[in-house]
């Protein structure tokens, strides 16, 4: 029989499995049907316009006047050069947003990502290629990059660079590659119908999966901040990953904790109670009826549980509630 609630119940449950470096699947559950895809949709979304990276906005080329010019003795052309170049993912050090690099190579040579990579610049994707000089050649060229979201066209960036010497570049900052997610249904008590959201992050490497996602929800909230100064909902003041609460956490602590008596600590054993939660979930008849537990006994384990700051009997948030039974449930299986 479906119960008649005032709130929506809150997931309690967050896991990330690692696939890679750059690859990672963020789960959160349970959650209310509908409140999941109402989430992970417009998360998605951020992860993929709003995740902040790198890219080069300009560049000069010595001896090339255009994208459609050449340079002696260097096999690609200036337009396959910059098709090159954008496949190329960079990353500022010591936190720098924007930056002007000097570049000279002279040939025979094939030059890769990680031949441009210094002490202002990293780049994280050290095989791609980006030109071959014969013998005969030499390259010079200066590149301008710049911290952004999303994409630019290359008539913007020209006007940020401002300099008719450098070609502009379209800027395609994002270094989320892609954001997906998936539902599925997960039990809670008897109720099958409650969801689980299983987000897919993979990067270029110039940011973390679980860093993009902290991001998306920096700017979740922060699009969301203006309603909360017009009509006061309390906004959570930082944006940190999703942990259990620290009553959860000494709620799921084993009795041994409290310090009983022997005998105390027997009588509860043996009637298979091992976390304090479920003396705290308890009434206190429910208590005292525990078998071979006397009034001492009783007197002591109230008093420790009160020492470690709770009731029996208490009454606890809905959600916290739900995730005690299910570790409770965890621990007797």
């Known amino acids: 029989m479906k119960k008649i609630k005032t709130t929506p119940l809150a997931p309690q ?28 949709h417009p998360l998605r979304r951020f992860l993929l316009s709003s995740s902040v990276g790198y890219a080069p906005i300009a560049i000069k080329i010595e001896g090339a006047k255009h994208e459609f010019d050449s340079v002696r003795g260097m096999l690609e ?23 002007e690099i000097n570049y000279s190579f002279a040939g025979p040579c094939t030059i890769k990502g990680a031949d441009l990579s210094n002490d202002e610049v990293e780049v994280v ?19 301008k990059i710049a ?64 860093d993009a996602f902290r991001n998306s929800l920096e700017v979740m909230y922060a699009q969301l901040a203006v309603f909360n100064s017009e009509i006061s909902i309390k906004a959570p003041a930082t944006i940190e990953r999703v942990e259990e609460s620290p009553d959860l956490k000494k709620l799921t602590t084993n009795i041994d904790s409290l310090g009983l008596s022997a005998r105390s600590f027997n009588c509860l054993d043996r009637s298979s109670i091992k976390l304090i939660g479920e003396i705290v979930l308890m009434s206190t ?13 009783y007197d002591e384990i109230v008093e420790k549980i009160q020492e470690f700051g709770f009731e029996v009997g208490a009454d606890l948030a809905d959600d916290v509630v739900t995730a005690l039974k299910k570790k409770i449930e965890a621990v007797q299986a």
């Open 147 to 210: 911290q952004g979201i999303g994409y630019v066209a290359s008539e913007d960036t020209a006007v940020e660079v401002a300099d008719d010497d450098y070609i502009a570049l379209d800027a395609y900052f994002t270094p989320v590659r892609s954001a997906t997610y998936k539902i599925d249904n997960v039990l809670v008590e008897d109720n099958p119908n409650f969801e689980r959201v299983i987000m897919n992050i993979k990067t270029d490497g110039q940011i973390s999966p679980i």
């Open 13 to 40: 449950e967050f896991e990330v499995e690692q696939i890679s470096d750059n690859e990672a699947n963020i789960m959160a559950y349970p959650f209310e049907v509908g409140y999941a895809i109402s989430l992970a």
């Open 285 to 297: 008849n429910d208590l005292k009826n525990v078998k071979n537990l006397g009034k001492k006994s």
């Open 77 to 99: 052309d200036i337009s396959d050069f910059i098709l090159n170049l954008k496949e190329i993912r960079f990353k500022l050090n010591n936190d720098a947003t924007q930056a």
């Open 125 to 143: 994707t050290p095989d791609a290629p980006l030109a071959t000089l014969n013998e005969d050649s030499t390259l010079n060229f200066t590149l």
